[in-house]
Nanobody, 123 residues
Framework: VQLQASGGGSVQAGGSLRLSCAPSGLSFNAYAMGWFRQAPGKEREFVAHISRGGTNTYYADVVKSRFTISRDSYDQAVYLEMHRLKPEDTAVYYC?????????????????WGKGTQVTVSS
């Protein structure tokens, strides 16, 4: 199983980025997906989660109303649209997959992880 995240980059505060994650080697529709991030010197933290069918989404309070998670069954991919970015959003962003339907904000819930993509927001 591989999860390849892409779309990171450097932007100025107030800008936008769209991250993508395309899992391979697993049945995409059987897994809920999440995004986490890890800033320098900090622990990895939950960002957003989307259920298997895409009906339910959950966000960390610090990104709510700025970030949107979505998934596309045809493209077999999950996305994270990030708007009004702030310097404190600077981090390596990871996508992850889980077959669980609860405790979606916990790292241990996710079985598969991708390599991260760097997001840098300058002031």
């Amino acid at each position: 199983v591989q999860l390849q995240a892409s779309g990171g980059g450097s932007v100025q505060a107030g800008g936008s980025l769209r991250l993508s994650c395309a899992p391979s080697g697993l049945s995409f529709n059987a897994y809920a997906m999440g995004w986490f991030r890890q800033a320098p010197g900090k622990e990895r933290e939950f960002v957003a989660h989307i259920s298997r069918g895409g009906t339910n989404t959950y966000y960390a309070d610090v990104v709510k109303s700025r970030f949107t998670i979505s998934r596309d069954s045809y493209d077999q991919a999950v996305y994270l649209e990030m708007h009004r970015l702030k310097p404190e959003d600077t981090a390596v962003y990871y996508c992850a997959a889980t077959s669980a339907s609860t405790w979606w904000h916990l790292e241990g819930t996710y079985r598969y992880w991708g390599k991260g993509t760097q997001v840098t927001v300058s002031s």
